[in-house]
């Protein structure tokens, strides 16, 4: 159980244009659901925080214009990246908390967006 | 603010041997969780152990126990008789309180298990 799907696992797209990734949680129902952004060899950046059927929560100093979050369903949050650039190529990956825990939240597998 | 600290170098560690990893956390809430996640290469990102600022005793999850000491604000994690699959980045984070899991991450710990 508690299974978290990303899609796509890896995206390759040009400067200028915009990529959508999405996040399912596949066998349990997510309130809310939580990018992340990850440098190589560094640790994951709190992104935002996305919540069923409201805005999305921005960490300060995230671009809300660029990076686009819309959580649909208790089962899908996607994050768009808006006009990307070279210095968006990063490992993307969406966490979500189950309905009604108080803690426990699951990964995705992660989304490799390069931007050339 | 929160600040998680994982100040150990990469580590290699005998198999069927046991191995801490550190982490000191700073925060000013009372109420805070901290976790212990395992990124293998592959990228994503595994739950190994949950503890609780109120939680009395260290959380135990199968080999994977929680070292807290809370006067100290640390949350080392044990692996005991380590495996050829514990090779990975481990990472201690924070919550920011009782149902907030808005998490902040430490740099992380390599570990290498070797034969």
């Known amino acids: 159980g508690a299974v978290v799907s990303q899609h796509p696992s890896r995206v390759i797209c040009k400067s200028g244009t915009s990529v959508k990734i999405e996040c399912r949680s596949l066998d349990f129902q997510a309130t809310t659901m939580f990018w992340y952004r990850q440098f190589p060899k560094q640790s994951l950046m709190l992104m935002a925080t996305s919540n069923e059927g409201s805005k999305a929560t921005y960490e300060q100093g995230v671009e809300k214009d660029k990076f686009l979050i819309n959580h649909a369903s208790l089962t899908l949050s996607t994050l768009t990246v808006t006009s990307a650039h070279p210095e968006d190529s990063s490992f993307y990956i969406c966490?979500?908390?189950?309905?009604?825990?108080?803690?426990?939240?699951?990964f995705g597998p992660g989304t490799r967006l390069t931007v050339t | 603010a929160q600040k998680i600290t994982q100040t150990q170098p990469g580590m290699f560690v005998q198999e069927k041997e046991a191995v801490t990893l550190d982490c000191t956390y700073d925060t000013s809430d009372p109420s805070y969780g901290l976790f212990w996640y395992k990124q293998p290469s592959s990228g994503e990102m595994i739950f190994l152990i949950y503890q609780g600022s109120y939680d009395q005793q260290n959380a135990t999850e199968g080999r994977y126990s929680l070292n807290f000491q809370k006067a100290r604000k640390s949350a080392n994690l044990v692996i005991s008789a380590s495996q050829l699959g514990d090779s990975a980045m481990y990472f201690c984070?924070?919550?920011?309180?009782?149902?907030?899991?808005?998490?902040?991450f430490g740099k992380g710990n390599q570990v290498v298990v070797i034969p």
């Open positions: 984070a924070m919550s920011r309180g009782y149902g907030n899991n808005r998490l902040a």
């Open positions: 966490s979500a908390q189950i309905r009604g825990s108080n803690y426990e939240q699951y």
